[in-house]
């Protein structure tokens, strides 16, 4: 299994941008598939952005396309979430997912989950 912390949320105004984190440690980050979901208040989880265990695919929910960039630097242990153009609808708790498929896009694929950081956008 892969433990996992998150950082890097906080609270930022609307059109602003954050930068998340996810440090990652056991020996198989580099061979596992990433992500990120989030869940608001009173809503599922839903899928946020994936990317592939060599960082040379990345996959990303229409609602954030175009916005937020998923990266990874496994020499670092780390997977990155550029956020920009922030909106209010992106108000949630962000989770980083570690995955035994060298890509994953559900929810139910995703094996290791880091206890999430809150990203608030004021309107």
């Known amino acids: 299994q892969v433990q996992l912390v998150e950082s890097g949320g906080g609270l930022v105004q609307a059109g602003g941008s954050l930068r998340l984190s996810c440090a990652a440690s056991?020996?198989?980050?580099?061979?596992?598939?990433m992500g990120w979901l989030r869940q608001a208040p009173g809503k599922e989880r839903e899928f946020v952005a994936a990317?592939?265990?060599?960082?040379?695919?990345?996959y990303y929910a229409d609602s954030v396309k175009g916005r937020f960039t998923i990266s990874r630097d496994n020499a670092k242990n780390t997977v990155y979430l550029q956020m920009n153009s922030l909106k209010p609808e992106d108000t949630a708790v962000y989770y980083c997912?570690?995955?035994?498929?060298?890509?994953?896009?559900?929810?139910?694929?995703?094996?290791?989950w880091g206890r999430g950081t809150q990203v608030t956008v004021s309107s």
């Open positions: 990317i592939s265990w060599t960082g040379g695919n990345t």
């Open positions: 997912a570690a995955s035994h498929l060298g890509l994953a896009t559900m929810s139910a694929d995703f094996d290791s």
């Open positions: 056991g020996r198989t980050f580099s061979r596992s598939g």
